[in-house]
Nanobody
Framework: QVQLVESGGGLVQAGGSLRLSCAASGRTSSVLVMGWFRQAPGKEREFVARIKWSNGSTYYKDSVKGRFTISRDNAKNTVYLQMNSLKPEDTAVYYC?????????????WGQGTQVTVSS
């Protein structure tokens, strides 16, 4: 099993920045990819970004390219999501996820989520 704990959410004005963190523990050696998802009120959960653990290759949802950056710290088993130029439409609960397969099909491990609210 792998446990994921997110932190770093909060309230920020439009144009501001936040950095989310996701600390992984347990059988982290089985993890091949980690990702960030988000779910806004009344909407389905959507993919935001992912990073391959072995080589750091990344992939982003189009609407966050150039504003969000996903990164990892292997020594700390932690993945980050740096969010700049935030917009009100980025408001959502952000979830960290991990998968044991590549490419990822169904992320099997999930964190509890952290709220990000962007005011206009």
């Amino acid at each position: 099993q792998v446990q994921l704990v997110e932190s770093g959410g909060g309230l920020v004005q439009a144009g501001g920045s936040l950095r989310l963190s996701c600390a992984a523990s347990g059988r982290t050696s089985s993890v091949l990819v980690m990702g960030w998802f988000r779910q806004a009120p009344g909407k389905e959960r959507e993919f935001v970004a992912r990073i391959k653990w072995s080589n750091g290759s990344t992939y982003y949802k189009d609407s966050v390219k150039g504003r969000f950056t996903i990164s990892r710290d292997n020594a700390k088993n932690t993945v980050y999501l740096q969010m700049n130029s935030l917009k009100p439409e980025d408001t959502a609960v952000y979830y960290c996820a991990a998968d044991k397969s590549w490419p990822p099909i169904t992320y099997v491990y999930w964190g509890q989520g952290t709220q990000v609210t962007v005011s206009s």
